[in-house]
C-alpha cells in the first residue's frame, strides 16, 4: 500500500515533502487488492501498479510516504479492514504488521537477514535496472528512516523470529508453514 501511494503521488507530481498534499491524495485514492496467491495484483485510482510498484524511482522515495504519520493512520485503517474482511484469513507483510496492523494474529513473524543479503535479493529481483550502491542506498536509508515511525528491527513478545539470510524463499516459506499448525488448532 505504501508503495502504490507512493507511485500515486510521483504520478501525480505531488511534493512529498508537502505531508498535508500527501495524506490528502492517499485519503481520497481508491485502492484495489486482489489476494489471490497466483494472481495478487494492486491498484490505485483503477491503475495496475503491481510492477510499477518495485521500480527503483519508487523504493528511492517510498520512505517519504511511509514515515508521513497521517498516510500511515490512513493505511493501517485500510490493512486492518482488508484483515477483518478475509473470511479465510491472510498472509500479510508490512514493517509494522505483527505490532500495529494485526497484534493478535495467529502466527506473528520477523523475518531478519543481513544487510548484505537483503541487498543482494533487491539487486537480484531488479536485474539490469538499478546499481548495487543505489540499492545499498535505497535498503539501508529505508530502514533508518522507517525506524523513526515504525518498531521492526526486534521482536515483540510472542513473534518468531526467522533469520532468511541463509534460506531460500521456499526454505522461509517452508519455516513459516511450521508454526501454523502450532498456532492454529483449524489450521490444515
Known sequence: MY???TWLALRRGVDLADTSAVADL?????MEIV?????FSIAIDGT???RAIRAPRVS???SAVATNLAVREDLVNRQKKLIAETPRGIVAEGRDLTTVVAPDADVRVLLVADPQA????????LADHADVDAITDQVIRRDRD????AQFTSAAPGVHVIDS?????????AAICDLVPAASPSAP
Not at 539470510?165 to 516459506?173: A, Q, R, S, Y
Open 48 to 50: 495496475d501498479v503491481t
Open 26 to 30: 492517499v485519503r481520497d485514492a481508491e
Open 146 to 149: 522507517d525506524s523513526t515511525v
Open 165 to 173: 539470510t541463509e534460506l531460500t524463499l521456499d526454505e522461509v516459506v
Open 3 to 5: 508503495r502504490a501511494a
Open 118 to 125: 537483503r541487498v543482494a535479493r533487491r539487486h537480484a529481483e
Open 35 to 39: 489476494l489471490e496467491p497466483d494472481a
Open 60 to 62: 528511492a522515495v517510498v
